[in-house]
């Protein structure tokens, strides 16, 4: 299954930023952006990344997923148009198949809300800016 992959790999980076970060305790929530033609079921992958998080510092912790729409432009007239699903690559005003895709593809972790040993405070969400 793609979605245990993936939430694999989120797990292993949100642990290694916590590693390399300060005493952390535990992971609240992870924050996704997941395009929608990058391949993923968010349904899926809420169920993997819970299965995957058992034993290790994300256990318990929430995973929330931000859509991000596929968007194209028109290399030759510059139209801009979301593709929807199925993708539709063509342009719709001008009919021209030369496209450049702006967004959809993402799958990147947008932010990490994490404990550590300390009061809480109000620095406690840091954006982890790497890609999947």
Do not use: K, N, Y
């Not at 995957?52 to 256990?59: I, M, N, Q, R, S």
């Not at 593709?83 to 450049?100: I, S, Y």
């Amino acid at each position: 299954m793609h979605e245990m992959s993936v939430a694999l790999a989120v797990i292993d980076q949100v642990e290694t930023a916590a590693a390399q970060t300060r005493d952390v305790t535990a992971v609240r929530s992870v924050r996704l952006r997941v395009g929608e033609l990058a391949g993923v079921v968010p349904d899926s992958l809420a169920f993997c990344f819970e299965l995957a998080c058992a034993g290790t510092l994300l256990e318990g912790a929430e995973l929330v997923t931000e859509p991000v729409p596929g968007r194209a432009r028109c290399t030759p007239c510059a139209h801009e148009w979301a593709v929807g699903m199925p993708p539709r690559l063509t342009c719709p005003e001008c009919g021209g198949a030369e496209v450049e895709l702006l967004s959809g593809r993402e799958l990147q972790i947008a932010e990490v809300h994490w404990e550590d040993g300390d009061p809480p405070r109000a620095d406690a969400r840091e954006p982890i800016p790497e890609e999947c």
